[in-house]
């Protein structure tokens, strides 16, 4: 036995026979066999190679000899000369790989070296030198693999040099999805290897051959349809030191998918070093949209903070593309939903790390198709959004909600102890009765307030066509909880029939019950409310509902959670006509809306109303 600690060769049997034949005391040939039995190979390359019987003849006054060799799945005649005037080596060499049992330990399970019908080899003198120890091969296989990759039919033309490094200068190859040209060379001291392939390239045939880093690559992307057409040339060492490796690619696909986002054409370069892969979207198409973008992922030996470096820049695909942002970020923006979005984004993914760093990503949002916040349509998006570690902000002008103007700013603080929504929000001529219709999923069936969303009245349904709002909030609290917020706002509502809904219980009805007021001054079209939240509870003040004669000043108090109010208000009658001394005269001759206050209180969808005497008439 032999060899070192990577690789070790042990021989049972070794017989070795020699016949001369002299002529007048000349040596004028030989003729001789070796047979070796029982070689085994253990280490990085472990088996039993075939039982070896050698059979040759040398003839030294005209320097040349002839090998033949015969085996279990190998047979071979080889032609070499050594003459001046002759210096050659030929001959051909027939392999059956299926009979071999060679293995390859490069992995967690050993790989089988070969496999395939048959290997035919042609040696020939090379014609680029005078060493007869060099020498030109032509390689034809059929249905063979090598390190398990998928069987193939290939043609190489290659130079074996005087150390036995390999050189094929052309080969064409056609095995699993398939179908290359190119060149590869491999060197023994250092095992160095270079592939230089061009063609219709499966990136997953060629698994077998690259090392752990490159299927890595390929997990993300299906290609159910077409295969690419790619160029790469890959160097390296094997059992080289980490990162050793350079690999520089292009590929050009179609209709393929990566990390489940549909892409019906692409050209992509792919750069893989010491330092990190890096994937280059050149130019991306999604049906009728276009990015360009780029990926990056940093090797654990360049010791980088991130696990993924991105950039993009075009309309994405939002709902087919969630995943291609992260397990972080898809999570992040579940409750957003557009066809398209017109943007830029950046961002980095960290790994794990102890101070658990998460994300740092920012969005640039120039528009959008069919786009949903909590299935909320919203028209006109423009704006930013940044997510850096805990923190996820956004700031949005001019959006279109409900055929109204609105204005967003919000930021959302996430740590594993507790977590903060702060939200300014201004909503601007809102359409009333759309704005209940795209947000009636949002309300809880159980809200003691619901009714008032769902009016069944006819008259009260027709008039909130044409009711708009105007809202204004700036608050605070925990984002699972919206009872549980702070904050302050204004409301602004325009309704032709405010009097006729069930506001305050419903304020013509209670006035004509409680007022000798005549029911025709009681008419309101206007509600302006000045409040402050205070986790259930809203705090109003001032509270005007206002109308073409006579309006209605209140402050008191809404529990959201249960849904009873507490407010006193006064009525003025007629105060409203711009007719200069009418006021004063009303206030004299109604003297019972100078000296009288209501009392509301109780359920929301029926509170209670009493008439109580103004302490300060």
Known sequence: QFGNAQQKIKIDSFHFENRFLFEDDVWKRATGSTSLKSVTLEGMTEGTLPDLDLQYLLTPNSKEALFVNTSEYIDSKIFLSTNPNRELIEGNIFLWPSLCDLQVNRGVQPTKLLHGEKVSIQISPSLESFNPATLCFKVITKEFSFLESPPGDFVFNGILDDKLNIFITKALGEFGRSKATGSFHQKWSPLAYKFDVEGRCFPEDLNAWMPSWWDNIWTDFEFPEETPYGKFIIEGIWKGPPGNSLTLGRVDAKNFKFRELPITKSKISVKVDGNATSIQGESIEHYDNFIQGNLKFPRQISNSPYFLEFDFDGEYPLNLGRNVLGVTMKEKLKDINATSIDCRTKG??????????????????????????????????????????????????????????????????????????????????????????????????????????????????????????????????????????????????????????????????????????????????????????????????????????????????????????????????????????????????????????????????????????????
């Not at 006819?458 to 708009?468: G, Q």
């Not at 602004?492 to 013509?508: A, D």
């Not at 008191?556 to 407010?567: C, E, Q, R, V, Y």
């Not at 006021?583 to 206050?597: L, N």
């Open 348 to 617: 980095k993914i960290f790994r794990q790390n102890p101070s658990n760093r998460q994300a740092e990503v920012k969005v640039e949002i120039r528009g959008a198709e069919e786009f949903k916040f909590h299935q909320i349509p919203v028209d006109n998006l423009n704006g930013n959004l940044d997510y850096n570690d805990s923190i996820f902000s956004g700031k949005f002008d001019g959006l279109s909600i409900a055929e109204g103007n609105s204005n967003l700013i919000f930021e959302l603080n996430q740590t594993e102890q507790t977590e903060n929504l702060l939200i300014n929000v201004s909503l601007n001529e809102i359409k009333t009765k759309k704005f209940f219709d795209i947000t009636a999923h949002l309300i809880n069936p159980e809200s003691p307030l619901v009714s008032e969303i769902k009016p069944s009245d006819s008259d009260i349904d027709s008039d909130f066509n044409e009711s708009v709002f105007s809202l204004s909030l700036h608050a605070q609290g925990h984002p699972a909880d919206f009872l549980q917020f702070e904050g302050t706002g204004n409301l602004h509502l325009k309704h032709k029939g405010l009097s006729r809904i069930n506001i305050l219980g419903g304020i013509s009805s209670r006035l004509s019950e409680i007022s000798p007021i005549p029911v025709a001054s009681l008419n309101f079209n206007n509600l302006k409310a000045a409040f402050k939240v205070e986790n259930e509870i809203i705090l109003v003040s001032p509270l005007e509902i206002t109308g073409s004669l006579s309006s209605i000043s209140a402050e008191g108090n809404l529990n959201l959670a249960s849904g009873d109010i507490d407010f006193i208000s006064r009525l003025n009658v007629a105060g409203n006509i711009p007719i200069p001394g009418l006021k004063q005269i009303v206030k004299f001759a109604d003297p019972f809306s100078k000296i009288a206050q209501f009392k509301i209180s109780g359920p929301w969808r029926d509170p209670e109303w009493k008439v109580q005497i103004n302490p300060q008439p």
